[in-house]
């Protein structure tokens, strides 16, 4: 080290000192309506590795934690017997203001041939969809520069809409690319949309979305047998 590099150094309470904190822990605050500054892009999380729904989790609370109005709408998670019916999120959900949610699965998973109809979850499939296009509909006619009331519905808009497992209807056949890329034409400026689920690359979104993740695999509890677990799948 120079005498150059002695002069500059800076002590570990000079680092502290200038981190945005402050090197102090900041006080949570209550939460207020408030409305983001840069919202507007679309975000795909897919991959055969546990994390999707939970990434779009986090943001979604990470958002309603600034007073952003948020709703989660779920495809393809009706239930199975290995999960109860009321998830984790949905208590934590309730818990906090500005967030919502709906789920619009047939129980079963489709293809699984675990006994549930197929043909009912392909009308599920489609009627989450007719939901979505209103939900993206209503944001448009929504004021997204403003804050949103969030104890109101989501018909009165949001500022980020997570549409969770709608990739993974489209691998299923459920749904088509086409209804996807729909959505996100008519997707108004300030919306920030999230999309979830697939095993398999959505190509497709390569181009419309501002940010794809692949969530890979390396190991997964599933593969020895254990199966869904309270408090960490559901």
Same mark, same amino acid.
């Given at each position: 080290?120079?005498?150059?590099?002695?002069?500059?150094?800076?002590?570990?309470?000079?680092?502290?000192?200038?981190?945005?904190?402050?090197?102090?822990?900041?006080?949570?605050?209550?939460?207020?309506?408030?409305?983001?500054?840069?919202?507007?892009?679309?975000?795909?999380?897919?991959?055969?590795?546990?994390?999707?729904?939970?990434?779009?989790?986090?943001?979604?609370?990470?958002?309603?934690?600034?007073?952003?109005?948020?709703?989660?709408?779920?495809?393809?998670?009706?239930?199975?017997?290995?999960?109860?019916?009321?998830?984790?999120?949905?208590?934590?959900? =309730?818990? /906090?203001?500005?967030?919502?949610?709906?789920?619009?699965?047939?129980?079963?998973?489709? %293809? $699984? !041939? @675990?006994? #549930? &109809?197929?043909?009912?979850?392909?009308?599920?499939?489609?009627?989450?969809?007719?939901?979505?296009?209103?939900?993206?509909?209503?944001?448009?006619?929504?004021?997204?520069?403003?804050?949103?009331?969030?104890?109101?519905?989501?018909? =009165?808009? /949001?500022?980020?809409?997570?549409?969770?497992?709608?990739?993974?209807?489209?691998?299923? %056949? $459920? !749904? @088509?690319? #086409? &209804?996807?890329?729909?959505?996100?034409?008519?997707?108004?400026?300030?919306?920030?949309?999230?999309?979830?689920?697939?095993?398999?690359?959505?190509?497709?979104?390569?181009?419309?979305?501002?940010?794809?993740?692949?969530?890979?695999?390396?190991?997964?509890?599933?593969?020895?047998?254990?199966?869904?677990?309270?408090?960490?799948?559901?």
């Amino acid at each position: 080290m120079t005498d150059g590099d002695d002069a500059t150094a800076q002590t570990p309470a000079e680092t502290r000192r200038a981190t945005p904190g402050g090197g102090v822990r900041p006080a949570a605050t209550d939460i207020e309506p408030s409305a983001p500054e840069e919202f507007g892009l679309v975000q795909a999380w897919w991959g055969d590795g546990k994390g999707k729904t939970t990434a779009a989790l986090g943001m979604a609370f990470r958002a309603a934690g600034h007073g952003y109005r948020v709703h989660l709408l779920q495809f393809m998670k009706g239930g199975a017997d290995s999960v109860e019916g009321v998830r984790g999120e949905y208590n934590a959900i =309730a818990a /906090v203001p500005g967030i919502s949610y709906e789920n619009t699965g047939h129980y079963g998973w489709h %293809g $699984l !041939l @675990d006994g #549930s &109809d197929e043909d009912e979850h392909l009308a599920k499939a489609r009627g989450a969809l007719a939901r979505a296009a209103d939900l993206v509909e209503a944001a448009g006619d929504a004021d997204l520069t403003a804050p949103l009331d969030l104890d109101g519905d989501p018909e =009165a808009g /949001v500022h980020l809409l997570v549409l969770d497992e709608i990739l993974y209807a489209v691998d299923q %056949g $459920l !749904l @088509d690319e #086409s &209804d996807v890329l729909d959505l996100l034409d008519a997707k108004p400026e300030n919306l920030e949309l999230v999309l979830t689920g697939s095993h398999t690359d959505p190509e497709y979104l390569h181009d419309a979305a501002d940010l794809v993740t692949e969530v890979r695999k390396v190991k997964h509890p599933f593969d020895a047998g254990i199966r869904a677990r309270k408090g960490t799948e559901y």
